[in-house]
């Protein structure tokens, strides 16, 4: 039976979530792990057993079939065209790129080279996601109103102190919006459809001591006539479950964290749950390590789904459009598939 060779770069906080789903996949080979900073690389090589590698050059020539790319933002494009001109498959921690510019540059690439390039917004494989889509498509309580999310979290200053890159705007690209609420965007815009134009603000009031926004705002007006609306921040006291109201036509439903509600007018009715992760991330979200077994799945039997970069474009379009106008109150619109012809 066909093993996938598997590739890590990057080994932060987030690898901690990464390496254990890919080594209780059945026939997987880890070939390699690497970090610029070689004391993580050996760390998490004694804490997994598993190889590490001194440099970049000797992982891409260990021939991995995908890599998994887990360094900061900024890093993202000069590594993942590096592994896309070579032919091997990439899974990107989000943001694709800081860019959406230059995430098209990188999906491009990914045809040219016949490689699957795909991207952690790993909630687009909950059940309650799939539930939610089903009910929106399937018109049984009517069209598409409006859709709210709340990103409520906290990350306070030790959080940005154990990485020099984080809270910059040159190496992370921005705060809240590119960083945290990036999921809960990419999920209103999935469910909402084609985007006619949209408006986005964003300030630090909290955290003087870093350059990027601790909160953000984003309102979308789709072509079917829903609107949609984001409300996000890391300066809350806890990390409160991620919320999103839904109004169709003839019913309400209510995503709050790994649980999907139907909103009645006495009570919630829990319709769909996910499995939950444990531990200080509970919030986070659920389905990291379906994402990567599907990705799997699909690279040895070319079976299941795959989260594909160029379907994630569009919330990247809306962050970046946001952080360039810088807080201009006039209308956005998408153009990224113009962009690609």
């Known amino acids: 039976m ?100 230059k995430a098209i540059e990188l999906v491009s690439l990914a045809e040219e080279h016949d490689v699957i390039l795909s991207v952690c917004l790993q909630n687009r494989s909950n059940k309650t996601t799939r539930k939610l889509m089903s009910i929106i498509d ?13 990103v409520y979290w906290k990350r306070d200053i030790a959080y940005y102190q154990k990485d020099e890159w984080r809270g910059t705007w040159r190496h992370e690209g921005g705060g809240v919006l590119i960083n945290q609420a990036i999921h809960t965007l990419d999920l209103i815009t999935l469910l909402g459809g084609e985007v006619e134009s949209f408006y986005g603000s964003y300030f630090n009031y909290f955290l003087p001591e870093i350059e990027v926004e601790d909160q953000a705002n984003v309102s979308i007006q789709f072509k079917n006539q ?3 609306f984001l409300s996000a921040t890391t300066s809350n006291v806890i990390d409160s479950p991620v919320e999103i109201d839904i109004v169709l036509e003839k019913g309400r439903f209510k995503l709050i964290g790994d649980r999907l509600y139907q909103n009645t007018e006495d009570n919630l009715i829990l319709i769909e749950k996910d499995a939950s992760l444990h531990g200080e991330k509970f919030y986070f979200g659920v389905s990291h390590e379906k994402l990567i077994h599907d990705l799997y799945d699909f690279l040895l039997y070319r079976y299941g789904e795959v989260i594909n970069a160029k379907d ?19 209308p956005m619109v998408i153009d990224h598939h113009l962009k690609r012809k």
């Not at 399937?138 to 709340?150: A, C, I, Q, V, Y």
């Open 2 to 101: 066909k093993t996938l060779r598997v590739g890590v770069i990057g080994v932060g906080e987030i690898s901690k979530i990464h390496i254990p789903h890919i080594l209780n996949y059945m026939n997987v080979e880890l070939v390699g792990i690497y970090d610029i900073q070689i004391e993580k690389a050996i760390k998490a090589s004694q804490s997994f057993h598993i190889p590490y590698v001194s440099s970049y050059e000797e992982l891409i020539s260990l021939r991995p079939d995908v890599c998994h790319v887990l360094t900061p933002h900024d890093t993202h494009y000069e590594i993942i065209k590096d592994l896309l001109e070579h032919n091997i498959h990439v899974l990107a921690e989000k943001p694709l790129a800081i860019d959406y510019l």
């Open 226 to 228: 829903a609107r949609g």
């Open 312 to 330: 994630t474009l569009t919330c990247l379009e809306i962050i970046t459009k946001i952080y360039q106008q810088k807080n201009v109150n006039k």
């Open 138 to 150: 399937n018109k049984t309580f009517g069209k598409l109103l409006s859709l709210r999310g709340l």
